[in-house]
């Protein structure tokens, strides 16, 4: 069993910067791929970023690639997601996630999901 719990979320303006934080406790966080989605107002929930606890290798969604890096530390149980350049279009409630496989947890196979936390930005 895998508990999460997001923190740092936030009302921000176009183009400054957040970082989220997702803290994970159970015995078995390092064995779970973690990621990042997000839901909109009216819209389903998307996902947005994963990274593999064994490598550490990241995944984005093309319309976050090359502003957000997400990053884990496993000895804090606890994965990030630095969010630059932030745009209105990036508002919504963002969940931590934590899957099997990475290429589950981007097609929303999740096996554990955090409560969310608020990202709002406004132009």
């Known amino acids: 069993q895998v508990q999460l719990v997001e923190s740092g979320g936030g009302l921000v303006q176009a183009g400054d910067s957040l970082r989220l934080s997702c803290a994970a406790s159970g015995r078995t966080f390092t064995s779970y791929d973690m990621g990042w989605f997000r839901q909109a107002p009216g819209k389903e929930r998307e996902f947005v970023a994963a990274?593999?606890?064994?490598?550490?290798?990241?995944y984005y969604a093309d319309s976050v690639k090359g502003r957000f890096t997400i990053s884990r530390d496993n000895a804090k149980n606890t994965v990030y997601l630095e969010m630059n350049s932030l745009k209105p279009e990036d508002t919504g409630v963002y969940y931590c996630a934590a899957a099997a496989t990475s290429s589950r947890l981007r097609v929303g196979e999740v096996d554990y999901w955090g409560q969310g936390t608020q990202v709002t930005v406004s132009s």
């Open positions: 990274i593999r606890w064994s490598s550490g290798s990241p």
